[in-house]
């Protein structure tokens, strides 16, 4: 068979030389980092038997003790890199709690076919030579060519010129000064110039610090060069950064060399001279257009996205420090303050106001992100052009709620800096708040093939989840707890296990979530729609109290009050109008952000407050003018509930047309609260009497189970599919009579069965009951 260690291996499209280390798909190489190659190899030898985790760390690393993250980390690089999709392995299958196999049919090359390749070479040699001396000549000539050509091609190579494909790693400076105000500041600094550049590709800092994770490092760790070069080389980039600064008499002194990650030869370098510490930023905006050059970026690309340093984040050395520890905690809470001491250094710093606000909008504070998100785009123009796309697009998503003006934004961004992961990222988002799902899962794979990562990614579970792939959700989502075991996995693995009826497994990930700082409150508040959605509104109210102060206590007030106010919605569809004002009421003592104001305005009109519901309303209308969720959804809700209430259902129907091109969206990424205006529109059809079209809306409900989860409104929906085909027999006859019977009696079966838990006391439990005996 030959030597093993000089094997040829051929499956699919793919060759794995053996000798040279490398991987080939159609005879081009395929980048492997050295320990995914050696995985690789040992799977391909062992081809369609299990190999034991133990064996393949063994394997890889025989030597060294590592984490099982390692091992997790080199089988998702290889999936990736062989094409496998999740849930789809052709090449590398989990064997769960056991190990790998590789599948695919392994075909070696052995010293025969080598045998054969001599041989046919030594006969074209002997007709060559009974060739003509002209013949032979000619073949000279030929081979000088290559010669020569490939000499040339060579000589080329030395050009130190990256391709707009390649990611650069930017280390921290090397500072000779002693001065503590350059730590930090000068990195971000750089970061800001070089980022303007369409050509240029920095690693994220988010990659960065996962990447150092794997490695057993912190997050925050410093990027010396020898560390840099290591992440450089683990994530496949082509280069380090390397700066450094030194005080020369009065004078400073900036040197900035890129280097190749592999060999640590020097692909360019630039230097400059700052008078005093006043001109440091000036000098690094110098060195930072210089390098850009000599990396194979166009001088007009230079001159048009090079805004320099004094309109660009900061002046000011510590401010710049302070907000680049702010971006570099890597966690939302510890990275306030940091930021607001950034702003407080310099009132105009733009970016920092921008970061603040994005911070409190994933904190779900929405008010508190809208007056900094405000700040930084009064305050936009002193960025560059690629801080400008940030600031417009996440204000107009944030503030003004303009989804079409944010879309556009995004779009803009996207085309002048195609390998940017943010603005597909954005544009997601946008996409989930007007329900256009297929448009969501596009967006988040391009982000994640943007990104680059060895790893899992939160958000695509979640655009799988609401397209109701939950195998391919639920794959991703158990390769990411094995890699990173972030809380977001496992409240994906939550809602997947919901959807799948595994209490079981609900539980497991309950314990998991819990145990992780800051994340009680959210996982009480899930925990809450669950027991809702089952008719446990006793438990359900307990666990919203207790979301609510845990919310409150970490001083998110509009999060604890976003928390009552959507109790107050379900507890007034079900029949418990003073509940529901009671909780609107408290609601709204706590704050007056847009999500509180709207659900719950549609909690007092339901429940018969329509004056109180009709001031909200007209509030939210002079206050978000352009705000797309407002007047597609909110408003709508509000208005079609009140007069339900008024016993004019024809009107409510009329009021809520507006929400029929956005109907399926989330609209709100914490509270989620999806196709209410959906719900609505099916009860306005029961009380006038259109079943039919009341059935095609609640059955719109069941077939998105992935994007209602578990809000009440997923189990009601069968109640209402139930109500709606009864309500049919009225005017049905014959067969199509039997027919709506035998349908409304499966769906008052179903809502019973996901209600035989139910607390006795709810209305519209005891209606549900009565209705069903009557039919049988």
């Given at each position: 068979?030959?030597?093993?260690?000089?094997?040829?291996?051929?499956?699919?499209?793919?060759?794995?030389?053996?000798?040279?280390?490398?991987?080939?798909?159609?005879?081009?190489?395929?980048?492997?980092?050295?320990?995914?190659?050696?995985?690789?190899?040992?799977?391909?030898?062992?081809?369609?038997?299990?190999?034991?985790?133990?064996?393949?760390?063994?394997?890889?690393?025989?030597?060294?003790?590592?984490?099982?993250?390692?091992?997790?980390?080199?089988?998702?690089?290889?999936?990736?890199?062989?094409?496998?999709?999740?849930?789809?392995?052709?090449?590398?299958?989990?064997?769960?709690g056991r190990g790998y196999r590789f599948a695919s049919k392994v075909r070696i090359v052995g010293e025969e076919e080598s045998i054969v390749v001599e041989a046919h070479s030594r006969s074209r040699v002997v007709i060559e030579e009974k060739s003509s001396y002209r013949a032979r000549i000619a073949v000279a000539s030929v081979v000088i060519a290559v010669l020569v050509g490939?000499?040339?091609?060579?000589?080329?190579?030395?050009?130190?010129?990256?391709?707009?494909?390649?990611?650069?790693?930017?280390?921290?400076?090397?500072?000779?000064?002693?001065?503590?105000?350059?730590?930090?500041?000068?990195?971000?600094?750089?970061?800001?110039?070089?980022?303007?550049?369409?050509?240029?590709?920095?690693?994220?800092?988010?990659?960065?610090?996962?990447?150092?994770?794997?490695?057993?490092?912190?997050?925050?760790?410093?990027?010396?060069?020898?560390?840099?070069?290591?992440?450089?080389?683990?994530?496949?980039?082509?280069?380090?950064?390397?700066?450094?600064?030194?005080?020369?008499?009065?004078?400073?002194?900036?040197?900035?060399?890129?280097?190749?990650?592999?060999?640590?030869?020097?692909?360019?370098?630039?230097?400059?001279?700052?008078?005093?510490?006043?001109?440091?930023?000036?000098?690094?905006?110098?060195?930072?257009?210089?390098?850009?050059?000599?990396?194979?970026?166009?001088?007009?690309?230079?001159?048009?996205?090079?805004?320099?340093?004094?309109?660009?984040?900061?002046?000011?050395?510590?401010?710049?420090?302070?907000?680049?520890?702010?971006?570099?905690?890597?966690?939302?809470?510890?990275?306030?303050?940091?930021?607001?001491?950034?702003?407080?250094?310099?009132?105009?710093?733009?970016?920092?106001?921008?970061?603040?606000?994005?911070?409190?909008?994933?904190?779900?504070?929405?008010?508190?992100?809208?007056?900094?998100?405000?700040?930084?785009?009064?305050?936009?123009?002193?960025?560059?052009?690629?801080?400008?796309?940030?600031?417009?697009?996440?204000?107009?998503?944030?503030?003004?709620?303009?989804?079409?003006?944010?879309?556009?934004?995004?779009?803009?961004?996207?085309?002048?800096?195609?390998?940017?992961?943010?603005?597909?990222?954005?544009?997601?988002?946008?996409?989930?708040?007007?329900?256009?799902?297929?448009?969501?899962?596009?967006?988040?794979?391009?982000?994640?093939?943007?990104?680059?990562?060895?790893?899992?990614?939160?958000?695509?579970?979640?655009?799988?989840?609401?397209?109701?792939?939950?195998?391919?959700?639920?794959?991703?989502?158990?390769?990411?707890?094995?890699?990173?075991?972030?809380?977001?996995?496992?409240?994906?693995?939550?809602?997947?296990?919901?959807?799948?009826?595994?209490?079981?497994?609900?539980?497991?990930?309950?314990?998991?979530?819990?145990?992780?700082?800051?994340?009680?409150?959210?996982?009480?508040?899930?925990?809450?729609?669950?027991?809702?959605?089952?008719?446990?509104?006793?438990?359900?109210?307990?666990?919203?109290?207790?979301?609510?102060?845990?919310?409150?206590?970490?001083?998110?007030?509009?999060?604890?009050?976003?928390?009552?106010?959507?109790?107050?919605?379900?507890?007034?569809?079900?029949?418990?109008?003073?509940?529901?004002?009671?909780?609107?009421?408290?609601?709204?003592?706590?704050?007056?952000?847009?999500?509180?104001?709207?659900?719950?305005?549609?909690?007092?009109?339901?429940?018969?407050?329509?004056?109180?519901?009709?001031?909200?309303?007209?509030?939210?209308?002079?206050?978000?003018?352009?705000?797309?969720?407002?007047?597609?959804?909110?408003?709508?809700?509000?208005?079609?509930?009140?007069?339900?209430?008024?016993?004019?259902?024809?009107?409510?129907?009329?009021?809520?047309?507006?929400?029929?091109?956005?109907?399926?969206?989330?609209?709100?990424?914490?509270?989620?609260?999806?196709?209410?205006?959906?719900?609505?529109?099916?009860?306005?059809?029961?009380?006038?009497?259109?079943?039919?079209?009341?059935?095609?809306?609640?059955?719109?409900?069941?077939?998105?189970?992935?994007?209602?989860?578990?809000?009440?409104?997923?189990?009601?929906?069968?109640?209402?599919?139930?109500?709606?085909?009864?309500?049919?027999?009225?005017?049905?006859?014959?067969?199509?009579?039997?027919?709506?019977?035998?349908?409304?009696?499966?769906?008052?079966?179903?809502?019973?069965?996901?209600?035989?838990?139910?607390?006795?006391?709810?209305?519209?439990?005891?209606?549900?009951?009565?209705?069903?005996?009557?039919?049988?």
């Amino acid at each position: 068979m030959g030597n093993q260690e000089n094997q040829l291996y051929e499956f699919g499209p793919f060759r794995l030389d053996t000798a040279k280390r490398v991987l080939l798909r159609d005879n081009e190489p395929v980048p492997l980092q050295l320990k995914a190659f050696e995985t690789l190899l040992a799977l391909v030898r062992h081809s369609e038997q299990v190999v034991l985790k133990d064996e393949l760390m063994k394997a890889v690393w025989p030597d060294t003790f590592v984490e099982e993250s390692n091992l997790a980390q080199n089988i998702f690089v290889l999936r990736k890199s062989l094409g496998d999709k999740a849930g789809d392995h052709r090449y590398i299958v989990t064997i769960p709690g056991r190990g790998y196999r590789f599948a695919s049919k392994v075909r070696i090359v052995g010293e025969e076919e080598s045998i054969v390749v001599e041989a046919h070479s030594r006969s074209r040699v002997v007709i060559e030579e009974k060739s003509s001396y002209r013949a032979r000549i000619a073949v000279a000539s030929v081979v000088i060519a290559v010669l020569v050509g490939g000499g040339l091609y060579w000589r080329s190579r030395q050009v130190p010129r990256l391709t707009e494909k390649d990611t650069i790693v930017l280390a921290d400076f090397d500072n000779a000064t002693g001065d503590a105000v350059f730590d930090g500041a000068l990195r971000q600094g750089l970061s800001s110039q070089l980022e303007q550049s369409p050509f240029l590709n920095l690693l994220s800092d988010q990659r960065v610090a996962q990447t150092l994770s794997l490695m057993a490092q912190p997050k925050d760790a410093r990027l010396t060069l020898p560390l840099a070069r290591e992440v450089c080389q683990r994530t496949a980039s082509a280069a380090v950064l390397n700066g450094s600064i030194a005080q020369v008499g009065t004078r400073y002194l900036l040197t900035l060399k890129a280097i190749d990650c592999s060999s640590g030869g020097t692909l360019a370098s630039s230097e400059a001279q700052a008078a005093d510490e006043d001109q440091v930023l000036d000098a690094l905006g110098k060195v930072a257009s210089e390098i850009r050059r000599k990396l194979g970026e166009s001088l007009a690309s230079v001159q048009k996205y090079g805004a320099p340093p004094e309109e660009v984040t900061t002046p000011s050395l510590e401010a710049l420090g302070a907000y680049s520890l702010g971006l570099r905690t890597h966690d939302f809470t510890p990275s306030i303050p940091l930021f607001q001491r950034a702003i407080e250094l310099d009132p105009k710093f733009a970016m920092a106001y921008a970061k603040l606000g994005i911070v409190y909008f994933d904190l779900g504070e929405s008010v508190r992100a809208a007056e900094n998100l405000r700040k930084a785009y009064n305050l936009r123009g002193r960025v560059s052009e690629r801080e400008r796309f940030f600031i417009a697009s996440h204000y107009e998503e944030t503030v003004t709620g303009n989804l079409e003006a944010a879309r556009k934004d995004y779009e803009l961004w996207a085309q002048i800096y195609p390998r940017d992961p943010n603005a597909p990222a954005g544009l997601s988002i946008v996409y989930l708040f007007l329900g256009q799902f297929d448009k969501v899962l596009d967006m988040t794979q391009k982000k994640v093939e943007l990104d680059h990562f060895p790893w899992p990614e939160s958000n695509l579970v979640d655009a799988y989840i609401f397209l109701n792939r939950l195998d391919q959700a639920k794959a991703l989502a158990q390769e990411g707890t094995r890699v990173l075991d972030s809380p977001l996995f496992r409240v994906s693995l939550y809602t997947i296990d919901f959807l799948q009826h595994d209490p079981a497994g609900m539980g497991r990930e309950v314990a998991q979530v819990v145990s992780k700082p800051g994340w009680d409150d959210q996982m009480m508040e899930i925990e809450s729609d669950t027991a809702a959605y089952g008719g446990q509104f006793g438990k359900a109210r307990d666990l919203t109290l207790r979301a609510s102060d845990s919310a409150r206590r970490g001083d998110e007030k509009q999060t604890a009050a976003e928390y009552r106010a959507e109790a107050a919605v379900r507890e007034a569809l079900v029949g418990n109008p003073s509940l529901a004002k009671r909780q609107a009421k408290a609601a709204l003592a706590l704050s007056d952000g847009r999500e509180v104001e709207a659900a719950s305005a549609i909690a007092l009109a339901l429940s018969g407050d329509s004056a109180q519901a009709t001031r909200l309303a007209n509030d939210l209308n002079k206050r978000y003018p352009e705000n797309t969720i407002v007047h597609s959804s909110f408003l709508p809700m509000i208005h079609a509930a009140v007069d339900m209430q008024s016993a004019n259902a024809t009107k409510a129907i009329e009021d809520l047309m507006p929400s029929a091109r956005c109907e399926l969206a989330l609209t709100d990424l914490s509270m989620g609260f999806s196709l209410y205006p959906i719900y609505l529109r099916g009860e306005a059809y029961l009380t006038s009497e259109q079943g039919s079209s009341a059935a095609a809306e609640f059955q719109k409900i069941l077939d998105h189970s992935g994007v209602v989860q578990n809000e009440p409104i997923g189990a009601l929906a069968h109640l209402g599919a139930a109500r709606a085909n009864a309500l049919q027999l009225k005017t049905a006859q014959g067969a199509a009579a039997d027919a709506a019977r035998v349908r409304a009696l499966a769906a008052y079966q179903d809502f019973l069965m996901l209600w035989k838990d139910a607390d006795p006391d709810i209305p519209i439990y005891k209606q549900a009951k009565a209705e069903y005996a009557k039919l049988q």
